[in-house]
């Protein structure tokens, strides 16, 4: 049992109001969230108790569109046009990879995202076994998100993969049905997927609606938006999440609301490639249910949560024209509830006995959390990773003052993955 | 002397690649910025030699619009409409505050500068002498920039405390003319400002088109632009600074550049009041001299030149719809070089021998700076405070590893701080 004690907790349980209280962790469970009575501290033995001497705990974030592995291409090519970012840039790169790049880049992605306060995510790549022991290996937890494409792959291999990642039981690793997008699939595949969405029960997930190109390229194609088309498919019959919905129809929003669908806002990285602002606020109006990414290093480039709710906000602020437009409390929620269900991690949404202790500490003892006003807003207008003081995901301290505890010496990753960048260079 | 070591030296000037060499400071300024010869080493006593070990040495990043004592607001009353937040919430507040307010808010806002790697602003308030004191004991450096506005102020108030504060001779001090803008000054006391400039042959400087209402009164009452008017008085004939500049016409830009006045962007404070986005990028095509900052803690939230930097290039890339809009290596410059010369610090603006000992060290053993694929562009879109090493001002280290050197507990300083922001909620 670990006790943290002597904070403020936002738990995120139907409150965005931090409380007095303390919370206590057993295995990889939340098992006390409250005062204790004299009684109950006499009666338990703790392993560790950690003072949080006023700082706040909260649940931690979680990730729910992301390529982990693409931190090889951060800052790699930056400042170019889409097109030739893709094309010229990325692709050419990513067809070279290995697995032991992907397991090592997916490393330094772990690390970023640790010191970030964010202990999940929804990853879409392949080398699926080399990333999956970099995460078990770290004890970071995520959601494999089917990425089959084009003509190489079929809803067999997807099928196989969702069967095999989800067989292994592991308590940190589970699959989800998806595609990588429209533009990537044949009509074929994609009805493939949505009968493996029926037979399964479940949901799938894929882009959606990130650039005005990919909308344009569908309706030619199919005279329907990406939206349209997969919901005329039954690929959405069990929910699922959309990622970006950068630029959506009326039609498309009512589909999304109907279904349940997860649109995932990814503003960094829709930003830094000029594909467009999300109509977030209004898509909460129309009651479609929110989540946040960060996307891949490549396009965005930091694995930062705290940068993706600012920014997120500030968008909508200017969008909206209306300075009360996305308040603090929305965003907060969406990072860490919104994020967790979205990927199917209902277990991690909040702080309350019984959930999985994914946590993190805010070290409130810095200047741009100075004065005390309101914690909430704080964390949204004026926090950043300098105040990410503890992570933990499941139950495990994987970050710490700044000190890693993943079973792997963070300055061998970052070795590592320099000589592996270098020589992608070069292969 | 100082010698840094061991690591590669972004000196900005005129060059932005970072190169494998040394710096050393002595007193105040740099001495040297090259590869020292035996004999040079053999020759010079270091008092102390700091091992870079393989991170980046680079300018310090100026803040070229601020309200440093604001801080007392932070996350007070964020998500409001600008009116409400302003005049419900702002000016009441202000209207309390007292010097000591001032003192200990403004050293709060200076913990928080040197966490971000700033070390100098051009700051806009009241109660000047408990703000120049709160500079001074820190060692940061600031540039007093006029405030007088509305009818308790006239510009004989303005020039006895520029000569004052000039007067002191304080190598961290200067103050240049200036007053709050149109819309708080009468036509008499802009004419008499004038007419200091020309005594002077100095630069003027004021809150400028933040918002379209702004422009929209000036035209009511003037018949011109507040640029316009502001030309039309002589303000410009010596340069200056034009706080904001969101809402400018062809005709503004064309002055701005033709006088050499320096537009300051401060894209998170008008993102958040919902401002709208300042044409940054056209304005560098115009030939406008540019340079950014954080403007005050009230309407920010943060006072983080990373955050600025990086939105300021993410709005341009969407406003554009050109991912190449706006490179990381403008950004730089702007924060680093450009925002120095705004404020008339001519020596504070690149690396160099004889320039002020104004520096920061940025740790690049952080996930969010690797692989090493190009250092600047990760500054500008994955850097944050944690990369803060070591913030220099005038060959004084203010801030290392998280350890602050300012003659006082920061502990104190939040004590304070929030004894101070509960008891005006009261007053």
Redesign the interface.
Known sequence: MIRFKNGTVLTLNNSCEPQSCEVWTEGDKIAFVGNPTDEQLKNTAFEREIDLEGDLLMPSFKNAHTHSAM??????A?????HD?LHKQVFPMEAKLTGEDVYWFTK??I??YL?SGITASFDMYFELDDYVKANVESGFRTVLCGAVSGERENAKVLEERYLKYNGLKHPLISMQLGFHAEYTASFGLMEDIAALAEKYKAPVSMHSSETADEVWGCRERYGKTPTELFESLGLYNYGGAAFHCVHLTKEDEMILAARGVWAVTNP?SN????S??AQVAHMMDMGINMAIGTDG?AS?????MF?EM??LS??Q??E??????M??EDVIKMACTGSALAMGLTDCDCIAPGKQADLLVIDL????M??????V??LV??G???NVRLTMCAGNILYENGVYRIGED??R??AR??E??DSLKAR
């Open positions: 931190t090889f291409l951060r800052s790699y930056d400042d170019l046009p889409l970012w330094l992605a690390l970023e010191s960094c930003s830094k490639l000029s467009g602002v290093a965005n480039n930091a694995l930062d940068r600012y920014l500030m968008l602020k200017i909206e024209m209306d300075a009360a437009a308040p603090a003892k810095k200047p741009n100075q004065p005390l006003n309101n914690t807003k704080n207008y004026s950043s990773k300098q963070e300055q990753i970052y993955c320099n592996l960048a």
